[in-house]
């Protein structure tokens, strides 16, 4: 039986209370999580999300006061570690790459089922990313969908990487851990993990979904 240290602790953030009200019935009915507090705009989720650290931010793209992509932009530059997913109406391809740039671990739409957005925050709480209806462990082939094309016929830059930095992009972009890059290239975990290092700097990125979300944008990776 969960206790209060195992439940999801989760922050509802919407400007329709109907909806959060609603929405914080169906969650606390479910055994294992707890909805520590409700926000009805950017400013307050901000406050709430710095008083609680919540585990789940259920954050609306529209709302006043800071809309959810402002907010999601003001919180991954905070340290908080609460993970949000984007719970809205409505969605463009250009806004799900902006949240997920900006640290979103799930985007879900208000009109899914019960089932799908209990899904989503079990989901995201063991570190998976979901999209949509599903899990995403594909998670690249998405950005890849989302991404924006590029004409072929465009000059390519390599930013200064070197060919084994090349590969180790390629790799990260397949999903690779640092330990299973280190094993296909014959190199040691230590020595993978300062190729990432020298490859974030040259590219200004700070994580891994940056790098791929950049290594896509620029096609520094060849399509399979």
Known sequence: MEDQHTQIEVLISDDH???RDGLRRLLES??????????CDGEETLRLVRQFKPRILLLDLAMPKGTGLETLRVLSQSGIPTRTILLTASIEKEQVLEALQLGA?????KDSTIQVILKSIRC???EQFW?????VSDLIQALR????QHRASEAKKNFGLTSRELQVIALIVAGYTNKDLA???GISEHTAKHHLTNIFDKLGV???LELVLFAINQQLIKEE
């Open 17 to 19: 209370p109907v909806f």
């Open 30 to 39: 479910e055994e294992g999580i707890r909805v520590v507090a409700e926000a």
């Open 105 to 109: 671990r799930g985007i879900v739409l």
């Open 206 to 208: 700070s994580n891994r």
């Open 131 to 135: 999209v949509g209806q599903e899990s």
């Open 183 to 185: 094993t296909k290239l």
């Open 124 to 126: 995201v709480n063991e």
């Open 145 to 148: 969908r989302l991404m924006p």
